[in-house]
């Protein structure tokens, strides 16, 4: 149907009745907008709702991260003959140092581009304008990076966990025996994921290129290893091992869980501190004013 014409042929003005109306929706709170965020930011690095070549570098790392807990577990399981405890086979404190590589290749790139990806597409003025504030924007960040990073150091010792339960003559008297493992088991990776957790986002808040970000947190964790033995040997005192990033929340850790590694002591604990703590406050900084820059 051709629109309606004037005088001359121009099309004739019409008015359409056009008005603001009440949100008939359902209102949710504030921190639903963190909630989205969190669930987001967790599956994207994840390949999840993304393409099959997107997953395959994640849950490559995290197959490797979970086979030396499913292997001890299985043992005991399948071979009868075997009479030995998952845990005898692999404790809790071998099971993060296993995993201690894998967790670094996780967190180089997963954590930082949380962050980069958000800055090289000048997105942060949109997240601003909505119900979410520059500071539930970091608690945003900062939970799904906790998320992320607990996926592949608290996961494995879970496995650990339930396999020994699952392996016991008497489950519940290895309950009973072990009730103090689950509390530590949880404590001590908190204290490896929030300093990686940290960290990768901190250097991702400093620059939108990726690439940088990832490159400033393999050099943090591949030279501090390096200048850490190189004191522990020069001053032939082991806890100059505690300047490790790499493996100085792993140390810290173990000492959670009772069974302390070399470098597990007050320098390690003063390093861990000043991560978490300043690179908290520079996230805050970074991102209070709500800029893209």
């Known amino acids: 149907m051709s629109a309606p014409t004037g005088r001359a042929g121009a099309p004739r003005a019409v008015l359409h009745d056009v008005r603001y109306s009440r949100f008939a929706g359902q209102l949710r709170p504030r921190a639903s907008s963190v909630a989205d965020l969190v669930r987001t930011d967790v599956m994207r690095p994840l390949g999840i709702r993304r393409s099959a070549g997107?997953?395959?570098?994640?849950?490559?790392?995290?197959?490797?991260?979970?086979?030396?807990?499913?292997?001890?577990?299985?043992?005991?399981?399948?071979?009868?003959?075997?009479?030995?405890?998952?845990?005898?086979?692999?404790?809790?404190?071998?099971?993060?140092?296993?995993?201690?590589?894998?967790?670094?290749?996780?967190?180089?790139?997963?954590?930082?581009?949380?962050?980069?990806?958000?800055?090289?597409?000048?997105?942060?003025?949109?997240?601003?304008?909505?119900?979410?504030?520059?500071?539930?924007?970091?608690?945003?960040?900062?939970?799904?990076?906790?998320?992320?990073?607990?996926?592949?150091?608290?996961?494995?010792?879970?496995?650990?966990?339930?396999?020994?339960?699952?392996?016991?003559?008497?489950?519940?008297?290895?309950?009973?025996?072990?009730?103090?493992?689950?509390?530590?088991?949880?404590?001590?990776a908190l204290v490896v994921g929030l300093f990686h957790a940290v960290l990768g986002l901190v250097l991702g808040s400093l620059t939108s290129r990726r690439v940088f970000a990832v490159g400033g947190y393999l050099a943090v964790v591949l030279v501090g290893p390096v200048l850490a033995v190189l004191l522990a040997n020069v001053l032939s005192d082991d806890s100059w091992l505690g300047l490790d990033p790499a493996s100085g929340p792993i140390r810290l850790a173990t000492r959670v869980l009772g069974d302390p590694l070399e470098g597990a002591g007050a320098l390690a604990w003063a390093v861990w501190s000043v991560v978490v703590v300043v690179g908290t406050a520079v996230l805050v900084l970074r991102y209070r004013g709500g800029r893209d820059a």
Do not use: M, N, Q
């Open 54 to 188: 997107a997953k395959v570098w994640p849950f490559l790392l995290l197959a490797v991260a979970y086979l030396p807990a499913l292997a001890v577990v299985a043992v005991p399981l399948l071979v009868p003959a075997v009479t030995l405890e998952p845990l005898e086979l692999l404790s809790y404190s071998a099971l993060l140092t296993t995993d201690g590589v894998v967790l670094l290749a996780f967190v180089a790139t997963t954590i930082p581009s949380l962050l980069t990806r958000d800055r090289r597409d000048r997105v942060l003025s949109l997240y601003f304008a909505t119900a979410l504030s520059p500071l539930e924007y970091v608690l945003g960040k900062a939970l799904a990076a906790l998320s992320l990073v607990l996926i592949i150091v608290l996961g494995p010792l879970l496995v650990l966990f339930v396999g020994s339960i699952a392996s016991a003559d008497e489950p519940g008297r290895w309950i009973g025996e072990h009730a103090g493992d689950l509390p530590r088991v949880v404590a001590a």
